[in-house]
């Protein structure tokens, strides 16, 4: 939907950053997989996300080390987007009910 | 998923959870004011995730309801507010006018614009409304998935738009009285600019289809269902039934035009108009509604009047084959109805019309004397009823011409107008064949079309236009249900033209005969085969028997040579062809054939007889034809005259006669009668015979006295004709029976009383297969097995049906059943 090819000048790569300031420099449509920052990406809502490319997640408690899972997770899903038997993310289960929180509020 | 299992050992997350209704009114003052700003297209500002993070934290606690119910509120009051005043303002009085149905005083022109202006803001504050609430729709997405979803609420989006469908397209009309709502005003502004359109005007297309797409995108409840779609419940319906009213005017008006081909190029233009009008205007969904209105209203309800036009119906569509008009009829009558019932019957009434005219006119037409060579071969007094047969002829040969031309057009029609449906050609088929069957003497005709075809037709053609010919010769044959009838005429025509040499090909003779086995079946043509085939053995008997009496070398030369046809009695009609009629006690009446033909005749039977024993040969003197060498005396009187000598071709009778006049010194005559007893012909054929040789000036080898011009009857004498002249050598004499012609009524009676019999034997034959082979049956089965096994050959008739099963049970082939309920019959073994 929102990927690079389809919009012409828009970035390729989007950033989302944690509310402690960690950045995280993501292939926009790898970071599309989730609902929440599609609709916030989406050029033709023209919020101010889509025009800067940068998300800003103030809700996401802890959220350099959530958030750096969260990218890893998008990453993930992207890469195996067409594949079978793909082989379980680790999850370390001290983060298991925050990633819950914000996949829930990320809708991915 | 992590299961409730493990809850004990995790710690909830800590959430800085405040209770209380400020934080709401918080954040509900956030996305207020940010929609507010969506809904002024001042999007850039915001951020997308500080709306969406108050929307998640409104309903994660557990205040999702208030979210909704305020999202609906502010749309509400922004609908109020904001859009409808400037849609008001686009409703003219005009247009309110054009609704309630009174006449607006405008020119269309103003009416089209002012009802444009009214579809356009109507179009955009539909589309502003669809962005917007897309927006809205991200922006809550969180309250979508989680509120709406958990108490089973029509998601915001969906609800939005029904707020738009209740408070813009339903809103009352505050300015008029009547009862109308925006609604009203744009179905009548759309069917107004449809109706423009067709009356030829260019009106904006993709104005209206945005307006459609609007509909199409709105259901009557939240729930949207298909069939739900504001389109298909409130401006469809409206359309069909303007629509319907329009096209029930338009047939009406062309009906009064009385044209009905411009009435069917009307029609196709209007189906091609509505269909792209469904494409590019309105809703694909309308296509086949629409077309079913134009079918009901231009084609259904007043097809009979315009078929039954005076001068453009379909009769003149066929009288002048008016290609074009019966392709477009084809169709538009395709489309109502699959059975194409009323154009079956209209062309099934043509059909029999148009055969019957050409039936009625050969009856009555007389005419010119065409075939005098006919007319001269007949005795002098038979010579008026001969010209009449010999038009007769003719006449009968352009009945099948003109019959051949009747389907030919029909054909070309079927062709190139119906598409070469299934269900007309059957229809044409059965037409063709009613109205040939009506007419009586139909075998008889397309025997001798075919006849004469073979005999003269096909001289100098290609082999296509032979193909051409024969073919029509069978189509017509198809037709004709008394297929038995024509194979005796065929069979009688055929008889001629082989034992004559009149055929001009054998090779198309033949054709035709596999034709005809093709289209009928081996039974009907395995005696015609027999004929060929009679022919070719003749052939050859007649040279073995020369080769023959050439070995035996020993007789004298002055015997005649021989060429003799073999016919099997089976396949040959032998009472047809010829004069000599059967005696009363069935024997045939032979004619005294003078000694050297009988030395002859004796010869040639023992030859016959040495490799074929126990058959009979019958000599039938009237097929046969005899050259003669006479010589005759100088004409006195002239100097340095020669004796004459001349070669003349007669019929074998005629050779009989004159081989009398051999043994008569010059001078002395013959009288009819003793002629008559030492040949002892009929009279008939004698008078008949005589004619050729007495009173034909080309051939007139004998004198008559007295009355030398009138044909020969008794008490007439002959004597040799000494002052004979010629400018040939070699001479024939017409032969009379050569030339195949109409019968006589008395013929006719005759043929068909043979036929009668023929059939009689036909039905008794497979009255008594079937009975052998279910030993009962009933009346009723019995008589419909025969009827379809005699199908093939010709269509008998009831009352010689039950004649035949009386005699069957008169002769104990069969019985009566007794004691059953319907009538049967057993089979007696």
Known sequence: MASSSQNQGVSEYVTLISSDGFEFVLLREAACVSGAIRRMLDPTSRFKESTTGRCEFAEIKHSGIVLEKVAEYLYYNHKNRNREDVPDMEIPPELCLELLMAADYLDC | ?829
């Open chain 2, 1 to 829: 998923m992590i299961s409730g299992r493990g809850r004990g050992k995790i710690r909830p997350p800590r959430r800085g959870i405040s209770h209380g209704s400020d934080e709401f009114e918080d954040m509900w003052a956030i996305l207020q004011s940010a929609l507010r700003e969506i809904h002024e297209k001042n999007a850039s500002k915001l951020s997308f995730e500080q709306l969406y993070r108050a929307s998640y934290k409104i309903v994660l606690k557990k205040q999702g309801d208030r979210l909704y119910d305020r999202v609906k509120e502010f749309e509400e009051q922004w609908f109020g507010s904001q859009v409808m005043p400037t849609i008001r303002k686009l409703i003219t009085s005009n247009l309110v006018n054009i609704t309630i149905g009174g006449v607006s005083g405008t020119t269309a022109n103003e009416r089209r614009v002012t009802g444009e202006e009214f579809l356009k803001g109507l179009k955009a504050s539909w589309e502003d409304h669809n962005t917007v609430m897309n927006m809205t729709t991200d922006v809550l997405m969180y309250m979508d998935r989680v509120y709406c979803q958990d108490f089973r609420k029509a998601s915001i989006f969906t609800t939005s738009m029904g707020l738009f469908r209740d408070h813009i397209l339903r809103s009352r009309l505050a300015s008029s009285d009547q009862d109308l709502i925006t609604f009203d005003i744009l179905n009548s502004v759309i069917l107004d600019q449809i109706s423009m359109e067709r009356e030829g005007d260019v009106i904006n297309k993709h104005l209206i289809r945005s307006c459609m797409y609007m509909l199409e995108g709105l259901y009557e409840t939240d729930n949207e269902k298909d069939y739900e779609k504001l389109y298909l419940s409130t401006f469809e319906p409206a359309f069909i039934q303007a629509s319907r009213t329009f096209y029930q005017e338009e047939c009406n008006n062309l009906l009064r035009e009385g044209d009905a081909s411009s009435w069917l190029k009307r029609t196709k233009k209007r189906f091609a108009e509505e269909e792209d009008r469904c494409q590019t205007t309105i809703s694909l969904l309308t296509t086949s509604k629409i077309a079913r209105v134009i079918e009901n209203e231009m084609i259904r309800e007043h097809l009979p009047e315009f078929l039954a036009m005076e001068g453009s119906g379909i009769k003149a569509m066929i009288e002048n084959d008016r290609y074009e008009d019966l392709t477009l009829l084809y169709q538009h009558i395709s489309r109502i109805d699959q059975s194409k019932e009323i154009l079956k019957v209209a062309l099934q009434a043509r059909v029999v019309e148009l055969g019957s005219e050409i039936n009625k006119n050969i009856q009555n037409t007389e005419f010119a004397q065409q075939d005098v060579d006919v007319a001269e071969g007949g005795e002098k007094s038979k010579s008026r009823p001969m010209n009449a047969a010999a038009k007769a002829t003719v006449a009968a040969i352009k009945w099948v011409d003109e019959v051949l031309r009747l389907k030919d057009k029909f054909d070309t029609m079927w062709r190139k107008c119906f598409a070469e449906d299934l269900i007309l050609q059957t229809v044409l088929t059965r037409s063709f064949s009613d109205f040939i069957n009506i007419y009586p003497r139909c075998s008889e005709h397309v025997s001798l079309f075919i006849d004469d075809n073979l005999k003269r037709g096909i001289k100098g053609k290609t082999e296509a236009e032979i193909d051409e010919v024969l073919d029509k010769a069978v189509t017509l044959l198809r037709y004709i249900q008394d297929k038995d009838m024509f194979e005796l005429y065929y069979k009688k025509h055929l008889a001629r033209r082989l034992l004559f040499g009149k055929s001009e090909s054998g090779d198309v003779e033949k054709q035709m005969v596999s034709r005809m086995k093709l289209e009928i079946g081996n039974a009907f043509t395995s005696k015609l085969e027999g004929m060929f085939k009679d022919m070719t053995m003749s052939e050859e008997l007649s040279s073995g028997y020369r080769e023959h009496m050439d070995k035996l070398g020993d007789l004298s030369r002055t015997q005649p040579d021989l060429g003799i046809n073999v016919l099997t009695s089976n396949f040959w009609p032998m009472d047809s062809i010829g004069g000599n009629k059967m005696g009363e006690d069935g024997s045939r009446q032979m004619c005294q054939f003078p000694q050297e033909i009988l030395t002859l005749q004796e010869s040639f039977k023992n030859f016959y007889l040495k490799e074929r024993s126990g058959r009979l040969l019958t000599w039938v003197g009237y097929l046969g034809t005899a050259d003669i060498r006479c010589t005759f005396p100088p004409i006195p009187g002239k100097e340095g005259a020669k004796v004459r000598r001349h070669e003349i071709t007669f019929s074998t009778f005629g050779m009989i006669i004159l081989l009398l006049f051999n043994d008569l010194a010059d001078g002395e005559t013959l009288s009819f009668e003793e002629i008559q007893e030492r040949t002892n012909m009929t009279t008939q054929d004698l008078a008949r015979q005589l004619h050729p040789l007495a009173v034909n000036p080309k051939t007139k080898v004998l004198n008559k006295q007295p009355n030398p011009k009138e044909a020969p009857k008794p008490g007439d004498t002959f004597s040799f004709n000494a002052s004979f002249t010629s400018k040939n050598i070699k001479l024939k004499a017409p032969v009379i029976s050569a030339v195949s012609k109409v019968e006589g009524e008395e013929e006719r009676k005759e043929t068909e009383d043979r036929n009668d019999e023929h059939r009689g034997n036909v039905i008794d034959t497979v009255i008594v297969r079937i009975m052998k082979a279910r030993k009962e049956f009933t009346h009723q089965n019995l008589f419909a097995e025969v009827i379809s096994q005699l199908s093939q050959r010709f269509k008998p008739d009831l009352n010689m049906m039950k004649r035949r099963v009386e005699s069957l049970i008169e002769r104990e082939y069969l019985e009566r059943v007794e004691e059953a309920n319907t009538p049967t019959y057993r089979y007696l073994a």
